[in-house]
């Protein structure tokens, strides 16, 4: 039994510190199915011995039952907020104020205002025992339960760096990034469902969900800013501050800096107002924070604000203005998106006049018109969304916007498919055959530079291309004709498409626009598979071993190459017109097992006479078996050395075979061997 504990106790050391590297540290040193064989282990292990499992255990992150509320909580400090400006003005003032109250010219800590939700955790002896929503400053909402399932807070604090407090309270920003928005929206409008508006609103609504395992489903994330408590505790600055979150494991942002002049800030405001778009998160601002704690005791806080920081804040990113007309466009897998035409207006430094509405439901839950006035905002480098309608009270509003019957493009009778308006018309429709070329050259895909959404319509309008693979049959005679290409970009675009037709694998699958198969499943795909034509004959259950894969996608997938207009398609392109750069499969997992032990979960325990552990493992591994850590009921076969001891007891109670060192090698050599016979 205490050899189970030390175990369990060894595995979250481990879990524990490749969780720090990863997730907080950004600098993994174990693949991930290291990693899983290592959850897995201490999964088995917490189960044969449930005695074992605590709160903060890695196993416990994933949500238990569905909750009726959130509990109010009261905070260990109060939540307080902060005065903010956008005018470069009013942080002059703030810094002249210190300034003048303070006795030496004032160092500042600067952080991005990260937009996110507020959030207070709360650590007991470094087990996380509580997270609370901001609320009104002094008690929010106790989401505990979801808080754990987010992978970047340690349930545990990491003490090997710098002594762990008795009691903790720390202050951060739960956000979601984002490009998990985007596909979590993506998700939500596949099931008919509503959008989030935004990043924020799309972390507060997951986090604010009763039912953990759906707060686990979706990636947030988070950063540590502030400590609100910690009696006994002493730091001197807020730098200070940032180092001791990061020492005990609790991530604080990564583009934190210092300064020492109002100038400097002013920098630092304008560099990241620069990156803005480019961040993977959403920021709203800059947050300028006194840097020494001791001068930030002396000023104090007025009844809401500290005296002693300033959130220094970017113009937002939602404007007004009016929907000048909304017309159905037809995309490439043929479903008619409602697209608002907007008098074009800027936001955050980028002029926008169209706006995806998404499908009918949507225009009808936003009740939005053609003629009315409305409110839209861009998020990261996405797309502009409506948010609103903006009332005009006594003004006469237009009809609702009504779908088409027909296609806008070829003339097809549309479908209705849940809440979206399809072209049936996979073949023939110009519209489609326009997105699919667009999305063949996209920067994911191919990346045929030069090949945007105009000269792809030109090519179909023209009849150049009928189908996909005519692209890679373009000449120079043929294009020269065409208004707007010289001989420049005629060179430069054939050149692109040569280039691109030495595809490699994942980037070929991902342009063809498989349903659902986005990038990051393209390249996980083409690893798990190697080649084109394993992938395209492979069956059910080896699609679905690629993570990432499940039954959706998997018939997605099918479907897809069993087409008769695909089938033609591919042959046609792979018929000279591209060839494909590939590998061979890497995954283990996915390639069915073979060799001698083929398919065995085999555990290994005590001392082998002449193999050290490493290099029984590696020789299993290369026969087929699944080295696994414990023994349990799903074990077949365990290799019993000197001193082996509670496993081996264990294996015989389980009825398990056992054997030696000397009967391991013996059938490394001779096939036969399977879990039932073995
Ligand atoms: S400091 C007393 N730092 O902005 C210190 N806040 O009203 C108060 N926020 O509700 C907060 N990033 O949720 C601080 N680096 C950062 C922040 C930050 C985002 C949020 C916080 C707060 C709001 C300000």
């Given at each position: 039994?205490?050899?189970?504990?030390?175990?369990?106790?060894?595995?979250?050391?481990?879990?524990?510190?490749?969780?720090?590297?990863?997730?907080?540290?950004?600098?993994?040193?174990?693949?991930?199915?290291?990693?899983?064989?290592?959850?897995?282990?201490?999964?088995?292990?917490?189960?044969?011995?449930?005695?074992?499992?605590?709160?903060?255990?890695?196993?416990?992150?994933?949500?238990?039952?569905?909750?009726?509320?959130?509990?109010?909580?009261?905070?260990?400090?109060?939540?307080?907020?902060?005065?903010?400006?956008?005018?470069?003005?009013?942080?002059?003032?703030?810094?002249?104020?210190?300034?003048?109250?303070?006795?030496?010219?004032?160092?500042?800590?600067?952080?991005?205002?990260?937009?996110?939700?507020?959030?207070?955790?709360?650590?007991?002896?470094?087990?996380?025992?509580?997270?609370?929503?901001?609320?009104?400053?002094?008690?929010?909402?106790?989401?505990?339960?979801?808080?754990?399932?987010?992978?970047?807070?340690?349930?545990?604090?990491?003490?090997?760096?710098?002594?762990?407090?008795?009691?903790?309270?720390?202050?951060?920003?739960?956000?979601?990034?984002?490009?998990?928005?985007?596909?979590?929206?993506?998700?939500?409008?596949?099931?008919?469902?509503?959008?989030?508006?935004?990043?924020?609103?799309?972390?507060?609504?997951?986090?604010?969900?009763?039912?953990?395992?759906?707060?686990?489903?979706?990636?947030?994330?988070i950063y540590l800013y502030d400590?609100?408590?910690?009696?006994?505790?002493?730091?001197?600055?807020?730098?200070?501050?940032?180092?001791?979150?990061?020492?005990?494991?609790?991530?604080?942002?990564?583009?934190?800096?210092?300064?020492?002049?109002?100038?400097?800030?002013?920098?630092?405001?304008?560099?990241?107002?620069?990156?803005?778009?480019?961040?993977?998160?959403?920021?709203?601002?800059?947050?300028?924070?006194?840097?020494?704690?001791?001068?930030?005791?002396?000023?104090?806080?007025?009844?809401?604000?500290?005296?002693?920081?300033?959130?220094?804040?970017?113009?937002?990113?939602?404007?007004?203005?009016?929907?000048?007309?909304?017309?159905?466009?037809?995309?490439?897998?043929?479903?008619?998106?409602?697209?608002?035409?907007?008098?074009?207006?800027?936001?955050?430094?980028?002029?926008?006049?169209?706006?995806?509405?998404?499908?009918?439901?949507?225009?009808?839950?936003?009740?939005?018109?053609?003629?009315?006035?409305?409110?839209?905002?861009?998020?990261?480098?996405?797309?502009?969304?409506?948010?609103?309608?903006?009332?005009?009270?006594?003004?006469?509003?237009?009809?609702?916007?009504?779908?088409?019957?027909?296609?806008?493009?070829?003339?097809?009778?549309?479908?209705?498919?849940?809440?979206?308006?399809?072209?049936?018309?996979?073949?023939?429709?110009?519209?489609?055959?326009?997105?699919?070329?667009?999305?063949?050259?996209?920067?994911?895909?191919?990346?045929?530079?030069?090949?945007?959404?105009?000269?792809?319509?030109?090519?179909?309008?023209?009849?150049?291309?009928?189908?996909?693979?005519?692209?890679?049959?373009?000449?120079?005679?043929?294009?020269?004709?065409?208004?707007?290409?010289?001989?420049?970009?005629?060179?430069?675009?054939?050149?692109?498409?040569?280039?691109?037709?030495?595809?490699?694998?994942?980037?070929?699958?991902?342009?063809?626009?498989?349903?659902?198969?986005?990038?990051?499943?393209?390249?996980?795909?083409?690893?798990?598979?190697?080649?084109?034509?394993?992938?395209?004959?492979?069956?059910?259950?080896?699609?679905?071993?690629?993570?990432?894969?499940?039954?959706?996608?998997?018939e997605q997938i099918r479907s897809?190459?069993?087409?008769?207009?695909?089938?033609?398609?591919?042959?046609?392109?792979?018929?000279?017109?591209?060839?494909?750069?590939?590998?061979?499969?890497?995954?283990?997992?996915?390639?069915?097992?073979?060799?001698?032990?083929?398919?065995?979960?085999?555990?290994?325990?005590?001392?082998?006479?002449?193999?050290?552990?490493?290099?029984?493992?590696?020789?299993?591994?290369?026969?087929?078996?699944?080295?696994?850590?414990?023994?349990?009921?799903?074990?077949?076969?365990?290799?019993?050395?000197?001193?082996?001891?509670?496993?081996?007891?264990?294996?015989?109670?389980?009825?398990?075979?056992?054997?030696?060192?000397?009967?391991f090698l013996h059938r490394l050599?001779?096939?036969?061997?399977?879990?039932?016979?073995?």
């Amino acid at each position: 039994m205490s050899s189970a504990a030390d175990r369990v106790a060894e595995l979250r050391a481990l879990i524990q510190r490749h969780d720090d590297l990863y997730y907080v540290r950004d600098a993994p040193e174990i693949a991930d199915d290291a990693y899983d064989a290592l959850l897995h282990e201490l999964r088995s292990l917490e189960e044969e011995n449930p005695e074992l499992v605590t709160l903060d255990s890695p196993t416990q992150r994933v949500g238990g039952a569905p909750i009726d509320g959130f509990p109010t909580v009261e905070h260990a400090a109060p939540m307080l907020s902060l005065d903010s400006d956008k005018d470069p003005d009013a942080l002059r003032r703030f810094d002249d104020r210190l300034t003048k109250l303070l006795d030496h010219p004032p160092t500042y800590v600067l952080e991005p205002k990260l937009d996110g939700l507020s959030i207070e955790l709360v650590y007991e002896d470094g087990v996380l025992i509580r997270a609370a929503t901001r609320g009104n400053g002094r008690q929010g909402e106790g989401v505990t339960e979801n808080v754990r399932t987010i992978s970047s807070v340690p349930l545990r604090l990491r003490s090997d760096r710098r002594p762990v407090p008795p009691f903790l309270s720390v202050r951060g920003e739960i956000i979601l990034r984002v490009a998990a928005f985007e596909a979590l929206n993506e998700g939500l409008l596949a099931e008919g469902k509503s959008p989030f508006a935004n990043p924020r609103n799309a972390a507060a609504g997951s986090l604010r969900q009763l039912d953990p395992r759906l707060t686990a489903s979706r990636p947030l994330d988070i950063y540590l800013y502030d400590i609100l408590s910690a009696p006994g505790l002493e730091l001197p600055s807020q730098e200070e501050v940032h180092r001791a979150l990061a020492d005990w494991g609790l991530k604080p942002n990564e583009l934190v800096e210092t300064a020492s002049s109002v100038e400097e800030v002013l920098a630092y405001h304008q560099r990241l107002g620069e990156q803005r778009d480019d961040l993977p998160y959403e920021i709203d601002g800059i947050v300028i924070k006194l840097n020494d704690l001791a001068a930030r005791e002396e000023l104090g806080t007025t009844s809401r604000f500290p005296r002693w920081a300033f959130a220094f804040k970017y113009p937002p990113r939602r404007e007004v203005t009016r929907i000048l007309d909304i017309v159905p466009s037809v995309g490439r897998t043929g479903v008619v998106t409602p697209v608002a035409l907007m008098r074009p207006v800027e936001i955050g430094g980028v002029t926008v006049a169209r706006a995806t509405l998404h499908n009918r439901e949507e225009v009808e839950r936003k009740g939005v018109r053609k003629g009315d006035l409305i409110r839209i905002q861009r998020a990261g480098d996405v797309i502009p969304q409506v948010v609103e309608w903006v009332e005009e009270p006594g003004r006469v509003r237009e009809e609702p916007f009504r779908m088409p019957e027909e296609c806008p493009s070829c003339g097809t009778p549309l479908i209705e498919r849940g809440p979206f308006t399809v072209c049936p018309n996979a073949l023939d429709c110009p519209a489609q055959l326009v997105g699919r070329l667009v999305h063949l050259a996209s920067r994911d895909a191919l990346d045929i530079e030069g090949l945007g959404e105009e000269s792809a319509r030109l090519f179909v309008d023209r009849g150049l291309v009928t189908h996909l693979p005519d692209l890679f049959d373009l000449n120079a005679e043929t294009l020269l004709e065409l208004e707007g290409f010289a001989e420049i970009s005629v060179n430069n675009l054939l050149a692109a498409i040569e280039k691109a037709s030495h595809a490699e694998l994942p980037r070929f699958l991902y342009g063809l626009g498989i349903p659902e198969v986005g990038v990051k499943v393209s390249r996980d795909l083409a690893r798990a598979f190697g080649t084109f034509e394993a992938l395209r004959c492979a069956e059910d259950e080896a699609l679905m071993a690629v993570p990432g894969v499940g039954p959706r996608m998997t018939e997605q997938i099918r479907s897809f190459f069993a087409q008769e207009n695909n089938i033609e398609l591919l042959d046609r392109l792979l018929d000279g017109r591209v060839t494909l750069i590939e590998s061979e499969a890497q995954s283990a997992e996915v390639a069915p097992p073979s060799g001698p032990l083929a398919g065995v979960r085999i555990v290994f325990t005590g001392g082998l006479p002449t193999l050290s552990r490493r290099d029984a493992k590696e020789l299993a591994e290369a026969a087929g078996a699944l080295v696994v850590g414990s023994v349990s009921r799903n074990t077949d076969l365990v290799v019993a050395g000197e001193d082996a001891g509670s496993k081996l007891d264990k294996a015989e109670a389980l009825g398990i075979p056992v054997i030696d060192e000397v009967e391991f090698l013996h059938r490394l050599e001779t096939s036969g061997l399977s879990p039932s016979n073995g």
